[in-house]
């Protein structure tokens, strides 16, 4: 769902630019302020990881002959917190867009709006959580992450769409180009919100304290006297001993690895859904850009996590300041 410049005015573009930039600059500020903590950024760098490589990979919508892939707006959300998943997602789009080109540097603040301001910032705390809680369950992240992630990637077809219509440049029927988006990005939606609870419910089997203090905060809260549990202190909770952070994020950089290194390997060729359906309105992929190199995926897995590990020595001498002071 990736836009590309050829498809967009400099106006929309310039516009999608400002609100992604303050919706950036808010999870920045909230960020901080909630002060993370050291422990977090391993597991912002492996999923950030993860979720790079998974956007290099097309599975296959049959009986379409198009593809698609995981936008990873609801999986990050999960695992990091709104405002943590917003941030990763967007080192994400970005550097796809500078190293890789993948997605136009113009239409760069509309696909971080479509594909990670949405779910991260809307669909997460507005109706993933709500499916969550009170008490968080495997049956309930199932049906959480399906209803949000299909949601999520509707508000973000349906943004392409008014996007491009807005921007007069390609000229494409707004109901024609809708109808075309709205039900492959449903089916593309189905398949990411099984993977997407697939890995959440794997984390929350092997420490649901990841999932809770994304969603609830480290220590959770009580809320019209319903306790959401924190499971900071495994006995206190009466849960069962939870695996270690380490070994989560040993399993998750181990998925991320599979997923670069293996999975391109059976990715298909298919014309993603924006793809799929400008050809089918104009005949033609010339409105679409491909900056597809080998080994993307695991390139950029690598850089992420290298910007990960750079953040981590930024925070850690901003911290020191702070102590000092």
């Given amino acids: ?186 089916a593309i939606g189905i398949v990411e919100g099984l993977v997407t609870a697939a890995i959440l419910s794997f984390v929350f089997a092997a420490r649901p304290q990841i999932l809770t203090s994304a969603a609830f905060g480290q220590k959770g809260t009580k809320d019209k006297g319903t306790v959401l549990l924190s499971f900071m202190d495994d006995t206190e909770n009466n849960t069962k001993p939870a695996k270690s952070l380490k070994a989560v994020i040993i399993a998750l950089a181990c998925i991320a690895v599979v997923t670069a290194v293996v999975l391109p390997l059976v990715a298909s060729q298919n014309p993603d859904g924006l793809e799929w359906s400008l050809i089918k309105l104009t005949g033609s992929t010339e409105l679409t850009e491909s900056g597809e190199i080998p080994l993307a995926g695991t390139i950029g897995a690598v850089i992420i996590i290298a910007a990960a590990v750079a953040s981590g020595f930024i925070i850690q001498i901003v911290n020191k300041r702070r102590k000092r002071r």
């Fill in 1 to 186: 769902m990736h836009k590309a410049d050829a498809i967009l005015s400099p106006e929309v573009g310039g516009g999608m630019y400002a609100a992604s930039a303050a919706a950036i600059a808010y999870a920045v500020t909230k960020f901080r302020k909630d002060d993370p903590g050291e422990s977090k950024l391993p597991l912002m760098a492996v999923s950030g990881a993860m979720v790079f490589a998974a956007q290099m990979i097309n599975f296959t919508i049959p009986g379409t002959g198009s593809s698609g892939h995981i936008g990873g707006g609801i999986l990050l959300a999960a695992l990091l917190g709104p405002f943590a998943g917003l941030l990763a997602l967007s080192a994400v789009l970005i550097i796809q867009c500078l190293f890789f080109a993948d997605g136009g540097l113009l239409a760069l603040g509309c696909n971080i709006f479509n594909i990670a301001v949405i779910p991260c910032m809307l669909i997460y705390p507005l109706l993933f959580k709500r499916i969550f809680s009170p008490s968080p369950t495997a049956k309930r992240i199932w049906v959480a992450s399906v209803v949000s992630v299909v949601i999520a990637l509707q508000l973000g077809s349906l943004g392409v769409v008014a996007q491009t219509t807005a921007s007069g440049v390609a000229m494409i029927p707004f109901t024609a180009f809708l109808l075309l988006m709205q039900p492959i990005h449903l």
